[in-house]
Every structure is written in structure tokens, then in C-alpha cells.
């Protein structure tokens, strides 16, 4: 065999060579260094060189200043009622939000589609047109604010119309994220802890919500996320009064048409600084819960 090797190369036969071991790996996107250039531009126009600016305009202020203009007591009254609304209402999106998913994904009823195309309706629709309609909803005058105030149950233009808002505007995140989590879930698993003898609490707690929990936590982080910058379906249900219902994105705007640019940037240095905080925690108890699932897998 070695013979005919040899006589084949002296005779000026071409052999094919060996594959090397090590292939150079195929790059999906080409140009990978112009897309990369293009993707840091975008995101310094976008996000880097906004979030810079405000921080050097904030920085011409005096810590005295800063600190007078971030913890006034309408300040830090807007902080609680815009972070509270925004925790409940994500909260509440994180239960009925996977019970509205629930139902779409498992259950067959006449008017799903429309119910289904119901759940984007916060996404199409301007806040501004969602403020006016939840006003006229439950004012005093509204369809059903005239029998619930003669009840004591006063929404509108309290800091119970703000959450009211805040959930209709957050749903849909959850709803969004849970449902193609629970449409690909394993349906054998389910019927192997039947077969077990597992009732259906322990099937939910333990097969069913160890695989979709990473999914309600992303709906939770971005119904959150959304409620605290909300403005133009907070300000028609709010009522604004200064201390009771009136939000921090509004104290913005109020310093802003004042021209006290600095105060406006340095409460939202704050704004930004704890939302970023929040969504770390949350993105943490994502990874947390992602290792742990895996672990017990």
C-alpha cells in the first residue's frame, strides 16, 4: 500500500489532503465587525449618550442641591406612590396575567381569537386615548363610577385609578411572555405525575411552575419597568394633587416647564438609578431560579 503511495506522488498524482482538524467558524451575519460597529453606534445614540447627558447635567448641581431637589417631601411623595402603584399593579399583572395565559393556552371557548387580540390592545392603543377612557370609566359621571362612589369606593383621581392604569398597560407583558412557555411545555410530564398519583396542586407546583417561573419573572420585570415610566394614562385618572396622587414622571415634567432642567435631570438620575437596582434584583432571581431548576432537573 505504501508502495503505490509512493509510485502515485512520484508519478505526479495529486492526493488529496487531510481535513485539518481545527475548521474557522462560520460567521452567520457577515461583515461581523461593521454590524458590531453599526450595533454600538445605535446604542450610544439611542441609550448611552441620552443617559450620559443627564448625568453631566446633574452633575452641575451641588450635592446640597441635589440632595434638596431629590428627597422634598413632594418628591419623595410621588417616589412612593409611583414605586407602590408600580409593585402592586406588576403584581396583580403576575397573577391574573398567568391565569389569562392559562386559559388561552389550555382551554378551547367560543371568542378566544378575539380575546386573544384583546390582550395587545394596550400595546396599539395611545396611552393618552387608555387615561381618558379608564376617566370616563370610573368617574364620578362615568359608567361605573356613578355606582361606586355613592358605595365609598372612590377610584378616579385617587392613587387606586393610578394602579388601575398601570395594570392596564402592564398585562399584556405577561401575558406575552408566559403564553409561548406554557404552549411548549411538555404535556407527557404532566400525565407521568398523574400517573404517579400527584393531584393537581402538586403537578402545578411541581412540574408546571419550576418551568414557566423564569418567563412570569421576565413579565414581571417588564410589567414594572413600564409602570414606573408611565405618564400619559396616569395624568387623566390621577387627579395630580401634589402629595396624594401626583406621580414622579409628572414632577419631571413640572420642573422641566419651569426651567430648572438640572432638578428635573437629577430626579430622574433617581428614577433611573432605582429602576436600574430593581431590574438587576430581578434579573439575579431569574439566574437563580434558571441554575436552580436545572440543578433539579
Known sequence: MSALI??????????????????????????????????????????????????????????????????????????????????????????????????????????????????????????????????????????????????????????????IALIFVGMPFVVRTVQPVLEDAEKELEEAATALGANRLQIFTKVIFPHIAPALLTGFAMAFARAIGEYGSVIFIAGNMPMISEITPLIIIGKLEQYDYAGATAVAVVMLVLSFVLLLVINALQTWQRRHTGASS
Open 6 to 163: 509512493s509510485g502515485a506522488s512520484s508519478a505526479g498524482v495529486a492526493l488529496p489532503q487531510r481535513a485539518s482538524a481545527k475548521r474557522t467558524p462560520q460567521r452567520v451575519l457577515p461583515g461581523f465587525r461593521l454590524t458590531l460597529g453599526y450595533t454600538v453606534l445605535y446604542l450610544s445614540l439611542i441609550v448611552l449618550i441620552p443617559i450620559t447627558a443627564l448625568f453631566f447635567k446633574t452633575f452641575t448641581l451641588t450635592w446640597e442641591q441635589f440632595v434638596f431637589a431629590v428627597t422634598s417631601p413632594r418628591v419623595m411623595a410621588s417616589y412612593r406612590l409611583t414605586f407602590g402603584a408600580s409593585l402592586i399593579a406588576a403584581l396583580v399583572n403576575l397573577v391574573f396575567g398567568l391565569l389569562l395565559a392559562w386559559v388561552l393556552v389550555r382551554y378551547k371557548f367560543p371568542g378566544k381569537k378575539i380575546v386573544d387580540a384583546l390582550v395587545d390592545l394596550p400595546f396599539a392603543l395611545p396611552t393618552a386615548v387608555a387615561g381618558i377612557s379608564l376617566t370616563a370609566l370610573l368617574a364620578g359621571n362615568g359608567w361605573l363610577g356613578q355606582y361606586l362612589e355613592p358605595m365609598g369606593i372612590k377610584l378616579a383621581f385617587t392613587p387606586a385609578g393610578v394602579v
